[in-house]
């Protein structure tokens, strides 16, 4: 990597990673708009009786009875100077809506994240390094099973076998409400609330990693790089970790990047089966209710996640891999 | 007088919910004091404060924080909440309410006539549009004296007296609200009122909890330390929670019907399906008139008869619930049982329609129409499926559209449909909540007005008569009329009485005490 030219490299990344944002709000902000229904209309009809007037003031409250185009330029002014704007139905702002969900969502995603890739990542290098004996075979077919099944059953099949059954671990929430713990206490109440859902969670991306790792670490170990080392005599475990997972981690840590970038805006499956106060109920549930802003804010959030990730990614196969060069 | 056994026996049947608020006494269980009801709420309400949203879910969590000046027994007799007592002048026009004493709200501040005055004469007026409709009819608010008020009607309204319940006429503190934006006010997110449980901490997504007010009003109430209410967003993950013990209770629409078989099979669960009476939810099936055939009585008729409704309250509510009989809820004053909407018939129903010249085609089809379903949970999509197989054995293809809340809400509003399910609150009197969806005046495209279209002058007569007298003799005749004309002209396909299961522990005690149910402040609820 030429150090000089980095930079530059950077500034145009984020310029255009900027546009890119801007953009997805824009299109965000008419898809959302689209939808049929309106946040007055959805109170009006959750509350069971409303007039002319009840709507209308809703609606002015809202800010909804302002034309279309106003309110993008509203909205756009806002986030442009990082106000995400205010949710009326919640009485609460974006940001602080957001930020309440954050550590929650961070918490289940990374741990999952984590989760899968140590797991998955050992998975797949056990696999290829024993290809075609049975524990490859036992290896392959689990990763088929977790990647096949629906986030949703797994979750509720190992909340009736631990939570019902053995009763081990809650089977839903955060942690134990209106208790006294101590600092540590409260911390292994969190943990024991946590390992269900970001189980659940992690499965299906320990799949994905399995086979990837599996896939191109076949591929690596047959070409002449490998072959030379193995002729050199270097050690076969040398082998593996530093000539072919090496080379095999591109794919994976592109895959990764997605999964990074998906990391803020939570699960809505998961979140809900195991009623896990994450983002991805949020925005699902300001769906329903058309709440807007908060939709956006959290859309836009997510936005600047992903973009970030991808630079990150591409910054990141630079270190791993010294022919990528950044350009 | 010597009360005679056969008295005796008469007055505890006309009471049967004091009798069941006294039934854990009877039982010889005392209430106790100490505990913490975790019990759930779905879905999470958007605030917490009571008139500034008056969801479901938001009464029944602002329920134990609010109070009302009346609650009301399951035969909607008012019981002493707030006011100790009331008096109504002889020409109805004036209430007269006298207020319990030493009640405080929870920042310390004392409640007084002032604040009742504000809640109903501005609080309530401005934001709810169910008050509105019956707070306008006020000509004047009176604070006789600190614990004395007085409201005085420009004309009689015999249904006056069920507007005091919390869940529509909560008392607020005049001193947080009063010149300020209601819907912002800094009192909306840390709600104050003189219920039995304050606010202490909501975690979005998590739980709320509420807290015992010490300086309730009541002596020795509440017997509970705290009411933690979990947010369970799925109805599995809900009964799982329930039936592990890591929630205690759940209520309304926590636990679908088909669930609960198996939860009433438990031995260490109660439930009830009482506690709905003062609302009196009626589901029907919604015909837009504006759409051929559905214009025809003879088909909004025929496929009435097509339909089983014992089948929908026993196979699809598991019996929580009880098939209409007609527009009015059984619980609704003034229902009169004899007006009854036709039965199942498929041989009449087929008739009907020959009549109304719709043959059927080669495929056995006389006519297409679509079928909004109801988007409020699973047992909604089977009904709706259970409703094309029925119009089907008549020759009446239903074409099922699944939609979201948001999209329904909008559609229904605008007329967009041709059938849907909707289900209302008769607020326990046919003029706060039955009228509304069928007189011409309420034609509007807004939700919960008469969105059907359905006109018939002789109806809309009927229900101002009946609005308009003082005399409940007077009432009765003009809505027993009303039920018989309703009846005849078919504008909706009433399904049934809904009712909402609360399931709870048996260890917890007088969970439903009056016709409000599980809105109620909880002062009385105890574990032991």
Redesign the interface.
């Known amino acids: 990597m030429e150090l000089s030219r980095f930079p530059a490299y950077l500034a145009g990344r984020l310029v255009k990673a900027a546009v890119v944002v801007l953009a997805i709000v824009v299109c965000n902000f008419f898809l959302i708009h689209a939808a049929p229904g309106d946040p007055a209309s959805i109170i009006a009809g959750q509350s069971g009786s409303a007039d002319a007037r009840f709507l209308e003031q809703l609606r002015a409250q809202f800010g909804l009875d302002q034309p279309l185009y106003m309110q993008l330029w509203l909205y756009l002014k806002g986030v442009l100077t990082l106000d995400l704007g205010f949710s009326h139905r919640q009485q609460a702002s974006v940001a602080a809506l957001l930020w309440d969900r954050l550590p929650a969502t961070l918490l289940l995603t990374g741990a999952a994240f984590l989760f899968a890739i140590a797991i998955g990542v050992t998975m797949g290098a056990l696999a290829a390094r024993r290809v075609g004996t049975w524990s490859d075979s036992v290896i392959t077919v689990l990763a088929l099973t977790f990647y096949a099944t629906p986030l949703f059953w797994v979750g509720l099949m190992l909340v009736l076998l631990f939570s019902v059954t053995l009763e081990w671990l809650p089977s839903f929430g955060m942690m134990s409400v209106g208790v006294e713990l101590s600092r540590i206490g409260r911390v292994l109440d969190i943990g024991k609330h946590l390992l269900l859902p970001a189980l659940t969670l992690g499965l299906f991306y320990v799949a994905v990693y399995a086979r990837l790792t599996r896939a191109t670490m076949l591929e690596v170990a047959d070409q002449d790089f490998v072959k030379t080392a193995r002729a050199k005599g270097v050690p076969e475990g040398r082998i593996l970790r530093r000539h072919v997972l090496r080379n095999a981690m591109l794919p994976v840590i592109t895959f990764a990047g997605i999964q990074a970038g998906q990391l803020i805006g939570g699960s809505i499956l998961v979140e809900t089966v195991f009623a896990w106060p994450g983002i991805g109920r949020l925005a699902f549930e300001a769906l329903l209710a058309r709440d807007y802003q908060v939709l956006m804010g959290v859309f836009f959030c997510t936005s600047v996640m992903v973009v970030l990730f991808n630079l990150i990614t591409d910054l990141l196969y630079a270190v791993v891999d010294p022919r990528v060069e950044v350009s | 007088m010597a009360v005679s056994r056969r008295g005796l026996m008469a007055t505890a049947a006309a009471l049967p919910f004091l009798m069941r608020a006294e039934e854990a006494l009877a039982q010889g269980v005392q209430p106790k004091r100490g505990g913490?009801l975790?019990t759930i709420v779905n879905?999470?309400p958007?605030?917490l404060h009571i008139g500034?949203?008056?969801?479901?879910p938001t009464l029944i969590v602002a329920g134990k924080m609010f109070q009302g000046l009346l609650r009301y027994d399951a035969k909607l007799q008012p019981m002493p909440e707030l006011a100790k007592s009331w008096e109504i002048s002889p020409d109805g026009l004036e209430y007269t309410f006298r207020l319990q004493e030493n009640v405080k709200f929870h920042d310390g501040q004392p409640m007084t006539a002032e604040d009742v005055v504000f809640s109903i004469m501005k609080f309530h007026m401005e934001l709810?549009?169910?008050a509105?409709?019956v707070f306008g009819r006020i000509k004047e608010g009176i604070a006789v004296d600190a614990n004395t008020v007085k409201f005085v009607l420009s004309a009689p309204f015999e249904p006056f007296l069920l507007m005091f319940d919390v869940t529509v006429s909560a008392i607020v503190p005049k001193h947080l609200f009063d010149g300020q934006d209601y819907?912002?006010a800094p009192a909306?997110?840390k709600p104050v009122g003189t219920g039995p449980f304050r606010f202490a901490e909501w975690?979005?997504?998590?739980?709320i909890?509420l807290e015992r007010f010490d300086d309730y009003w009541k002596p020795n109430q509440p017997y509970l330390d705290?009411i933690?209410y979990?947010?369970?967003?799925?109805s599995?993950?809900r009964r799982?929670?329930l039936?592990?013990g890591?929630v205690m209770m759940t209520q309304s629409n926590d636990i679908e019907p088909f669930d609960v078989p198996q939860l009433r099979a438990r031995p260490n669960f109660e439930v009830k399906t009482e506690g709905w009476e003062y609302f009196g939810p009626l589901m029907w099936v919604e015909f837009n008139h504006r759409v051929k055939p559905l214009d025809d009585v003879r088909v909004r008729r025929a496929l009435t008869m097509a339909v089983n409704r014992d089948f929908i309250a026993q196979r699809l509510w598991f019996g929580i619930g009880k098939p209409a009989t007609g527009p009015f809820h059984s619980a609704t004053r003034f229902y009169d049982g004899s007006a009854k909407t036709p039965g199942y018939d498929l041989n009449a129903a087929k008739a009907l329609l020959d009549e109304a010249g719709l043959k059927p085609n080669g495929q056995g089809v006389r006519f297409t129409i679509r079928h909004m379903s109801l988007p409020y949970g699973e047992v909604f999509t089977r009904l709706a499926e259970f409703l094309r197989q029925s119009f089907r054995q008549v020759g009446v293809d239903l074409q099922l559209e699944s939609v979201?809340?948001?999209?329904?809400?909008?559609?229904?509003?605008n007329w967009d449909f041709d059938t849907t399910i909707n289900y209302?609150?008769q607020y326990g009197d046919p003029t706060l909540g039955v009228e509304r969806s069928y007189v011409s005046t309420n034609i509007?495209k807004?939700?919960?007005?008469n969105v059907s279209g359905y006109a018939n002058p002789k109806v809309d007569e009927l229900f101002t008569k009946g609005r308009d007298a003082a005399d409940p003799a007077v009432r009765q005749e003009a809505f027993s009329e009303v039920q018989k004309l309703l009846v005849s002209d078919v504008p909706l396909l009433w399904l049934m009485e809904m009712a909402f299961p609360t399931i709870y522990d048996k260890k917890l005690h007088n969970v439903i005490t009056s016709g409000a149910g599980v809105h109620a402040s909880f002062d009385d609820v105890f574990l032991a």
Do not use: C, H, M
């Open positions: 913490t975790t879905p999470e958007p605030v500034i949203n008056n969801q479901g709810s549009p169910r509105r409709g819907r912002q909306v997110a975690q979005r997504g998590n739980f909890r705290a933690i979990r947010v369970v967003p799925d599995q993950s799982l929670a039936e592990s890591q979201d809340v948001g999209t329904w809400s909008q559609r229904t509003a209302l609150y509007k807004i939700l919960f007005s």
